[in-house]
C-alpha cells in the first residue's frame, strides 16, 4: 500500500500546477464565464501541446500512455484552477468513452484528431426529466432507415456541445433494453445546441436532434447493448468530476486556512479561536476522505479491478464533503466570501455543479446499497 | 499510489482470519463490541502469542517480528472484525512496548519486551486522574525520590484492565516546580506492589473493565523509570499519539455493524427508505475511515509518530461508531432498550450496549475536541492564542 504519488504524477502535478497558476487566474475563469465560447482556442492548443488531452491515451494513437491514476492527477489540478473549457468533455467524456468501446477503425479514426487538439469531443446522456441515471431515462430514440438511424429528442446538460465537433449520443434504438452509442458531427443542420445559463457558467447546453440521419458506421461499440456499458462512462465520469472536486477543496481549505491566519477580530487571529479551528479541522478530515476514497477508485479503474462501489463511495463522499468544506468556507471568510469581488464564489459555483454532475450523492447511496446487498 | 497489499500481506490476513474463525468454531469466546478494550482473556492471549502476533512492528533484535504498521493494521483489523477479546495484550502492544523500544534501557526491554511478546505482561494504562483529563499535564501524582527507589502518591483513573493486568504504566509528576509539562516522568511497575489498591469502575453499560487505582507510599526501584527523567510528557505524548493511531477507534462496534445489516436483511426492513438510505450511508463513512487510519499506518511505517493524522483518523472514526450505535438503535426501534442476554433483545444486544458504550469512545486517549485542537494547530498551522 501506498498512497504518495510517483515522481512522475509529482512532477505531471507541479508542472500543471505552474502552468494554470500562470495561464489560468480568475480573472481569466471570469472572462470565460462571460464569453459565448467559455474556452481560449489559444490556451487549448498549449494544453494540446503539454500533451494533456493525449494524456490517457496509447501511444499508437498519438497518446503519452499513461492511465486514469494519472489523468486524476491532472484533473485535479484543473479543479484548483477552475479551468474553463472542453478538456474534461473531450477526454473523459469522449475519448475514454471511444477507446473503450470503439472498434479499432473508430478509434483510429477519432482518438488522433482527439489528441491533436483538432476536434472537440463531448457526450450527450442526459435528458429532461427528473431521471436517475438508469436506462429507462434514455428515450432519445434512434429509428432503423434504410440501413442507417436516424435520431430524434432532446438532450439536456451536455457540456460544451456548443463548441464540440463530435458529440457521442446515448439514445434509444430498441423499446426494451436497447441502448445504442452513436458518434455525430454537430455541423450536422439537424442540431440545434443553445447554451444554458448555469450556476458555474460552465456551458451546459440543451441539445435538439431533429429526425438527424446517422450512418450505421458511427455506431460506437455494440448495437443495442446493455446499460452496463453506459454505467461504466457514468462512473468514470463520476469519478473525473471527484478529482475536480478534491482540487477544488483542497484550494478552499488552504484559502480559508490562510484567511482564518490573517484576518483578525478582539486583536487576535480568528483562527486562534476553537471554533474556527474546529471548523478547519473539519474541513481537512473532509478533503483527505474525498482524496483517499477519489484515489482508491481511480487505482482500481486503472488497474482494471471492478470498482463499482468505490466509485459510488467516492462520489457519494465528495459531493457531501464538498458541499460541507464550501459551507465552512463561507462562514469563516465571512461576508467578504459572499461577494463577487473574492474569488470563493468561483469554488463554491463550482462544487456545486460537480456535486450534480453524473449522479449526486443520493444516487451512489443506492448503489452502495445494493451493493451490500440491501 | 497502489491501494492493495502484497501478496504475503493477503496470505497473512488469511492466516489471522482463519485462526479466529476456528477459535469461535471451538467455542472459546463470542464475538463481541468492545472486545478489544473489555475483553481480557489471558488464554486467548496466549494463543495469539504462540503464533507471533504480539510485538509484530518491534525490531527483531527485541523478540518483534520486524514488520510494518501495515501489516499490524492488518491483524487488529480481523481482529476488530471478529470482535476477539485482545484486552489483555492490546495496550501494551499498541503503545507501551514501542514506548519501551524507543525510551527504555536495555535491562528494560531484555524484560519487559519478551514478557509482552510471550503473553504474559498485561500493562494497565494510569494517565488519567480526576483532575486531569484533557489538561493531561496538570496531573497531581507524585513520585519521589528517595534513595534507590520512587515513592509514589496519588490516585490514577479510568485504568484499563480489570484484575488481569500486571503491571501499570504510569504518569507522575518528579519535579513540582518545574512547569506543569516538564516534570513529570514515566514509570512501568508490576501491580502488586505494596500500597496499590484497585477499585472497579462501573461504567455506563454496567461493565466493569476500568479502574481506579490509588497509590498510597508505593515504594517503585529506580530502574522503573522509562526514559528521561521529567520528559515523560513528551514521550507520553508520542505514546498518545500511537493510542489514537488504530482501527479500534473505526471498528470497536463491528460486530454490530454486521448485525444490524444481517437483522435489516431477515426483516425485510431493506427496502424502508430511511434505514437503507442510513446503512448505506454508513458504509460509505466507514470505508472512509478505513482508508484515513491506513494513511496513520503509512505514516508510522515512514517512522514518524503520527500526530495530526491520528488525530484526525481518530476524531472521524468515534464520531462514525456513535453515528452507528445510533442508527442500530433506530433500525431496531422499541426493542433497543432491551439489554443483555433477554431472549427478546435483537442483535444480542450490541445496539444498546454500543449506543450506551460508545459515549465514551469520543473522551477515551483524547476528547474529540482536543484532537480538532491538534488536528487544527499541529496540521494545518493555526495560531495556538
Not at chain 2, 473489555?38 to 510485538?55: H, L, M, S, Y
Request: charged share 25%; net charge negative; hydrophobic share 40%.
Amino acid at each position: 500500500m501506498k498512497l504518495t504519488l510517483t515522481e512522475e504524477q509529482e512532477m505531471l502535478k507541479k508542472a500543471a500546477r505552474d502552468f494554470l497558476a500562470d495561464k489560468c487566474p480568475k480573472t481569466f475563469v471570469k472572462e470565460m464565464e462571460e464569453s459565448e465560447t467559455g474556452h481560449s482556442r489559444e490556451l487549448w492548443q498549449e494544453m494540446v501541446e503539454l500533451g494533456w488531452t493525449g494524456l490517457a491515451f496509447p501511444e499508437k494513437y498519438g497518446g503519452g500512455d499513461m492511465n486514469f491514476l494519472d489523468l486524476a492527477v491532472l484533473l485535479e489540478e484543473m479543479g484548483r484552477a477552475c479551468l474553463p473549457g472542453p478538456l474534461f468533455s473531450t477526454v473523459v467524456l469522449g475519448g475514454l468513452t471511444i477507446l473503450d468501446i470503439g472498434s479499432e477503425e473508430q478509434k483510429q479514426e477519432y482518438l488522433p484528431k482527439l489528441i491533436s487538439g483538432e476536434k472537440i469531443f463531448t457526450l450527450a446522456l442526459t435528458e429532461p426529466g427528473y431521471q436517475n441515471y438508469d436506462a429507462s431515462s434514455i428515450t432519445v430514440e434512434a429509428t432503423p432507415n434504410d440501413g442507417n438511424y436516424v435520431i430524434n429528442g432532446i438532450k439536456l446538460f451536455v457540456p460544451d456541445a456548443h463548441i464540440a465537433d463530435y458529440l457521442l449520443c446515448v439514445a434509444r434504438s430498441k423499446p426494451e433494453n436497447g441502448i445504442t452509442i452513436f458518434s455525430a458531427e454537430t455541423k450536422n443542420p439537424r442540431i440545434n445546441c443553445t447554451v444554458l445559463k448555469t450556476i458555474a457558467g460552465d456551458k451546459l447546453c440543451e441539445v435538439i436532434f431533429d429526425q438527424m440521419p446517422v450512418p450505421k458506421a458511427n455506431v460506437l461499440g455494440q448495437l443495442n447493448q446493455e446499460w452496463g456499458a453506459v454505467q461504466k462512462i457514468i462512473e468514470r465520469a463520476a469519478l473525473g468530476k471527484c478529482c475536480e472536486m478534491i482540487g477544488n477543496i483542497q484550494r478552499v481549505l488552504e484559502m480559508t486556512v490562510d484567511y482564518a491566519k490573517e484576518r483578525k477580530q478582539f486583536d487576535r487571529p480568528i483562527g486562534s479561536f476553537q471554533i474556527i479551528q474546529h471548523y478547519c479541522a473539519d474541513m481537512a478530515t473532509d478533503v483527505d476522505g474525498a482524496r483517499f476514497s477519489t484515489y482508491q477508485a481511480a487505482w482500481m479503474l486503472s488497474e482494471g479491478l471492478p470498482c463499482t462501489k468505490e466509485v459510488a463511495i467516492a462520489k457519494a463522499w465528495t459531493s457531501q464533503a464538498s458541499q460541507r468544506v464550501a459551507a465552512l468556507a463561507h462562514q469563516i471568510h465571512g461576508a467578504i466570501g459572499v461577494t463577487i469581488e473574492h474569488d470563493l464564489h468561483f469554488y463554491t459555483r463550482r462544487a456545486k455543479a460537480a456535486e450534480l454532475a453524473f449522479g449526486d450523492a443520493d444516487f451512489y447511496r443506492e448503489i452502495v446499497a445494493k451493493e451490500m446487498g440491501l | 499510489m497502489d491501494f492493495g497489499f502484497t501478496e504475503e500481506q493477503n496470505k497473512f490476513r488469511q492466516e489471522v482470519c482463519h485462526f479466529l474463525e476456528e477459535e469461535i468454531k471451538e467455542g472459546y469466546w463470542k464475538p463481541a463490541c468492545d472486545a478489544w478494550i473489555q475483553d481480557f482473556n489471558p488464554e486467548f492471549t496466549k494463543r495469539v502469542a504462540q503464533r507471533g502476533w504480539i510485538g509484530l512492528t518491534w525490531p527483531k533484535e527485541h523478540g518483534g517480528q520486524g514488520l510494518g504498521y501495515i501489516d499490524r493494521l492488518l491483524l487488529t483489523e480481523e481482529m476488530l472484525r471478529y470482535g476477539a477479546p485482545a484486552a489483555c495484550h492490546w495496550f501494551a502492544d499498541r503503545q507501551i512496548g514501542g514506548s519501551i523500544v524507543t525510551y527504555g534501557t536495555e535491562e528494560q526491554k531484555r524484560e519487559l519486551l519478551p514478557k509482552i511478546i510471550r503473553g504474559e505482561a498485561f500493562i494497565g494504562l494510569g494517565m488519567s486522574e480526576p483532575g486531569a483529563g484533557s489538561d493531561l499535564a496538570s496531573l497531581q501524582t507524585r513520585a519521589i525520590e528517595d534513595g534507590d527507589d520512587y515513592i509514589i502518591n496519588g490516585q490514577k483513573t479510568w485504568t484499563s484492565g480489570g484484575s488481569f493486568v500486571n503491571y501499570f504504566y504510569l504518569l507522575a509528576r518528579t519535579d513540582p516546580d518545574a512547569p506543569k509539562h516538564r516534570g513529570i516522568s514515566e514509570f512501568i511497575i508490576p501491580a502488586d506492589l505494596p500500597g496499590i489498591k484497585r477499585i472497579p469502575m462501573t461504567d455506563i453499560t454496567g461493565t466493569e473493565a476500568w479502574n481506579d487505582v490509588f497509590f498510597d507510599e508505593v515504594r517503585v526501584p529506580k530502574k522503573c523509570l522509562i526514559g528521561e527523567k521529567n520528559r515523560g510528557f513528551l514521550q507520553a505524548l508520542h505514546q498518545l499519539d500511537y493510542e489514537r493511531s488504530g482501527m479500534e477507534r473505526l471498528m470497536g462496534n463491528y460486530p454490530l455493524f454486521e448485525a444490524i445489516i444481517q437483522f435489516t436483511k431477515e426483516n425485510n426492513l431493506s427496502q424502508k427508505s430511511v434505514i437503507r438510505n442510513n446503512l448505506a450511508q454508513l458504509q460509505i463513512e466507514f470505508e472512509v475511515g478505513r482508508l484515513l487510519i491506513y494513511r496513520v499506518a503509512l505514516v508510522m511505517d515512514e517512522g514518524r509518530a503520527p500526530n495530526w493524522e491520528a488525530a484526525m483518523s481518530k476524531a472521524y472514526s468515534t464520531a462514525f461508531e456513535q453515528k452507528l450505535a445510533s442508527a442500530a438503535m433506530e433500525v431496531v426501534g422499541l426493542y433497543g432498550q432491551l439489554i443483555g442476554d433477554s431472549k427478546l433483545a435483537p442483535v444480542r444486544g450490541l445496539a444498546a450496549h454500543s449506543y450506551l458504550g460508545s459515549k465514551g469512545y469520543s473522551l477515551q486517549a483524547g476528547t474529540s475536541e482536543i484532537l480538532k485542537n491538534i488536528l487544527a494547530i499541529r496540521g494545518l498551522g493555526l495560531p495556538s492564542s
